[in-house]
């Protein structure tokens, strides 16, 4: 019972493991980007921004391709 608890709580925050994993590397490329001195925090924040969003959108594309596909 307390497993299956545990795995649901983990689920509602990872629920895509690679999304998670994209996330976290675009958050390392941007602090080593800033941190080196390579981008400006301003732009490191919109690298943030627009990598996220464009993560989110391909994760949305592939979770709807794979239900359609399951419909079919």
């Known amino acids: 019972m307390i497993r299956g ?3 649901g709580l ?3 925050f990872i ?3 690679s999304l998670a994993l994209a ?3 675009l958050i390392a490329i941007a602090t080593v980007a800033v941190k ?5 925090p ?3 924040g919109l ?3 627009a990598g996220c969003i464009a993560l989110i959108l391909e994760s949305v594309y ?3 391709r794979r239900k359609f596909a399951e419909r079919d």
């Open 15 to 17: 629920d895509d493991g």
């Open 62 to 64: 592939r979770a709807a």
């Open 42 to 44: 301003l732009a490191g």
């Open 47 to 49: 690298l943030l921004l």
């Open 5 to 7: 608890f545990v795995s």
């Open 23 to 25: 996330i976290l590397g």
């Open 10 to 12: 983990i689920g509602l």
């Open 36 to 40: 080196a001195g390579w981008l400006s």
